[in-house]
């Protein structure tokens, strides 16, 4: 989910990961109404490429000093 996504980048940017809270998409009180599923479908990513696709924290742990 996104929270764990932001956990994730936070702690591999040595932030403090406390400062983050998980929340509804009614308590943001945002106008319009926001989807509830944003997943991405990666199935065709990964039959067609050769290499296999990373979690992320494996992909920051590479990607990041």
Do not use: I
């Not at 929270?3 to 998409?25: K, S, W």
């Not at 009614?26 to 039959?47: I, K, M, Q, T, Y």
């Amino acid at each position: 989910d996104r929270h764990a996504l932001g956990l994730v980048v936070l702690l591999r940017l040595g932030l403090p990961a406390e400062r983050v809270r998980a929340t509804t998409r009614a308590e943001l009180g945002f106008a319009a109404s926001r989807p509830a599923d944003v997943a991405l479908d990666s199935s065709r990513a990964r039959a067609l490429l050769a290499t296999p696709l990373l979690a992320p924290a494996a992909a920051l742990s590479s990607a990041l000093p």
